[in-house]
């Protein structure tokens, strides 16, 4: 098993040592803003290009989005600016009913819907003259990092997968951030929605995030935190809602079950030691049934650390090597 754990004292070396490397980024690539179409409806998106292209040469690309209920200007700047530095072509977008995407009802996040879309930005990416079409990559993270697993065992478009701090069993992490005696509640609560919407065509939403002891699709002090302090202030257009029928849909979505179809596609998986969310032993059971090429890298913190220093050092320096492996000819 191809595995790293990095010690919290190694981290903040690297990433000191990052921030010097790499203060000229922006200099290496353009952004800007596009749409494609997914299903009927305009999604926003980011484009990068990097520059210094010669006429008619072609790149290989990452296709990237948020998880739970973020938008793309939640931090994952941090990743893209990396990967485009790096001289990788990357769509950056927001899924369907949310962000900057067209679509109703808002909040509304259904993982096959949600997978639907990733394939959507794959073709259009794949469409980009400045892309070599043979040479995809996707990345995801926490409900995305999901959406990559399953894109990665069925989508042979794909060369090369990235999933970080990933959700790999619905049911199963439900049971971890839930009461065993307060589940059934939840599902009667859920029956009662499912018959509301049937009879009175009625959409209930549920908070994403709240007060700890207040109902809510993340229940934990770290999901608010992130929440209310980070995605709140970078992106304006989020809103802390999502319907229920998106957590009926949750409670149904195991892409852990097909990780070992991902092979021959190499895998890499980024998981934080001590996940409270998406829990780190689940991954990690689920990195164990996956085959080979894999690698399995352990950062020290929460789900959450992910984003920014000094964990960033090692979850985008970690993906952006295994991209260049894989798709760098």
Known sequence: MNTIRLPFLHLLLAAALLALSLGASAE????????????????????????????????????????FSAPKEALLANFADRFAAAGFVVTV?????????????????????????????????????EVDPGRIGVWGTSYSGAHVLQLGAFDRRVKAVVSQVMLVDGPSNASRLNRADALPNVRAFLAGDRAQRYTEGRINYLPVVGPEGTP???????????????????????????????????????????????????????????????????????????????KLVVFPGGHFAAYTEPALNTTAGEATAWFKRWLMK
């Open 28 to 67: 290496n690539f353009t952004r800007r803003d596009v749409t494609f179409r997914s299903e009927g409806l305009n999604l926003s998106a980011w484009y990068y290009v990097p520059k210094g292209m010669k006429p008619d040469e072609k790149r290989p690309a990452i296709v990237m989005a948020h998880g």
């Open 93 to 129: 977008f927001d899924f369907r009913f949310l962000g900057a995407s067209e679509g109703e009802p808002r909040g509304q996040i259904f993982p096959l819907q949600q997978i639907d879309d990733y394939r959507n930005a794959i073709t259009w990416t794949q469409l980009q003259k």
């Open 216 to 294: 809510s699709a993340l229940p934990t002090p770290e999901s608010n935190d992130f929440f209310e302090k980070v995605v709140r202030t970078s992106a304006p257009r989020w809103e802390n809602r999502v319907t229920l029928e998106s957590m009926e849909r949750f409670l149904e979505y195991t892409p852990g079950a097909n990780i070992h179809r991902i092979s021959p596609t190499p895998l890499l998986m980024v998981v934080a030691e001590d996940d409270r969310l998406t829990p780190t032993d689940l991954a990690i059971e689920a990195y164990e049934r996956a085959r080979e090429p894999k």
